[in-house]
């Protein structure tokens, strides 16, 4: 994986937290303005410092420059490390990342007092748009070196990209009835449009702040935005949508043509 390289920079360490550590966990699926959330919440200072520290590559990183020997153990290390003082913990996570820690629902085990805010995003195609661009260009974050230069239209690609966020958005809703877990339901539209609005309902939602109370909100994350080649991707997959042309999907070991919104073949 393409590293994000600033999340490992000392500039990001906390003094040591007073009290009880209290966790916000960021449930996130690809491409839905987490990483421009994170750092605004990072930036006010009282809302942890929220990265992927459990996105497999990463906590392999973690794992070799804190000298631990699990993953367990190098979340308790990153707590100490990056909690802010009020005792916030930051972790952003796709439900894959709970992987690392034996599943996701370990993951929720090992972050205490946890307080989970769902972020989604409500046009899913553009979203899976964003997706597909990422995997063929490597650039997840503003700021990392593309592994390519060109993304190229792939309609199957897209269709898995829809799956896949699909798949993750109703795991994490599992999760969270399963665990007991009442979620603050955001929106990347809603952060786009006013991202103070937003930081402040995370921070009421975590009891860092009070009722009539506000903190300052800023932001300097760039959105990656192509406008007009998203528009024209949302336009030739509707309209391919529309007259059924058929995705190739791997069924059972085998690659199979299936009919969108019809019966496989």
């Known amino acids: 994986m393409n590293l994000y390289e600033s999340q490992f920079l000392d500039i ?17 699926t690809p491409r839905c303005g987490s990483h421009m959330v994170g750092h605004a919440m990072m930036r006010t200072g009282q809302l942890g410092v929220p990265f992927e520290y459990c996105n497999r590559a990463n906590m392999a990183e973690w794992m070799r420059r804190l000298e631990q020997d699990t993953p367990e153990a190098t979340l308790k290390a990153l707590m100490a490390r990056r909690s802010t003082p009020n005792g916030i913990f930051g972790i952003k996570c796709h439900y894959e990342h709970g992987a ?11 972050l205490p007092n946890v307080r989970v805010v769902h972020l989604r995003r409500a046009d899913v195609l553009r979203q899976a748009i964003s997706f597909a661009v990422a995997r063929q260009t490597g650039v997840w974050i503003d700021g990392q070196v593309a592994t390519s230069d060109t993304a190229t239209y792939d309609r199957d690609l897209i269709a898995d ?8 958005n109703a795991l994490w809703t599992s999760l969270f009835k399963e665990c007991g877990i009442q979620p603050l339901e955001i929106t990347y539209e809603e952060a786009v449009q006013d991202i103070g609005i937003v930081i402040n309902s995370i921070a009421r939602f975590a009891g860092v702040i009070g009722p009539d109370q506000n903190l300052s909100v800023r932001t300097q994350t760039k959105r990656q935005r192509q406008p007009g080649r998203t528009n024209e991707w949302v336009e030739r997959f509707a309209d391919e949508r529309q007259h059924r042309q058929p995705v190739h999907r791997r069924i059972g070991g085998r690659v199979r043509r299936v009919v969108l919104g019809g019966r496989s073949r």
Do not use: M, Y
């Open 100 to 110: 690392v820690l034996g599943g996701a629902d370990n993951l929720i085990a090992a």
């Open 12 to 28: 990001h360490d906390q003094p040591a937290p007073q009290g009880k550590v209290r966790t916000l966990l960021i449930a996130s």
């Open 161 to 168: 990209c829809l799956e896949e966020i699909a798949v993750q």
